[in-house]
């Protein structure tokens, strides 16, 4: 099992940037696929972006221009950039690492508020 910290979280008003990184265990980091995720208050949790091993990378209609998703395998860490913010984006953001895709960071609060 792949362990997974993310950090990076705040308070950003609308209009702003965050970075957010999500640094894994073990030695197969650089065979995995990785994902962020991110969940409200009495909500589903929502798919925001999906990197493969090769690069190939996915994202959701609603961060589509606006978020980035990278990797640098040398530091087992992926990362979600996040540009223009806007106040719906606020959540908890988590990583994700497949397959299996069981393995689960305990996420990091982004809350973009005037």
């Known amino acids: 099992q792949v362990r997974l910290v993310e950090s990076g979280g705040g308070l950003v008003q609308p209009g702003g940037s965050l970075r957010l990184s999500c640094a894994a265990s073990?030695?197969?980091?650089?065979?995995?696929?990785m994902a962020w995720h991110r969940q409200v208050p009495g909500k589903q949790r929502e798919l925001v972006a999906v990197?493969?091993?090769?690069?190939?990378?996915n994202y959701a209609d609603s961060v589509k221009g606006r978020f980035t998703i990278s990797r640098d395998n040398a530091k087992n860490t992926v990362y979600l950039q996040m540009n223009s913010l806007k106040v719906e984006d606020t959540a908890v953001y988590y990583c994700?690492?497949?397959?299996?895709?069981?393995?689960w960071g305990q996420g990091t609060q982004v809350t973009v508020s005037s």
């Open positions: 990197i493969s091993s090769g690069r190939s990378t």
């Open positions: 994700n690492a497949g397959p299996p895709w069981s393995s």
């Open positions: 073990g030695s197969i980091f650089r065979l995995l696929s």
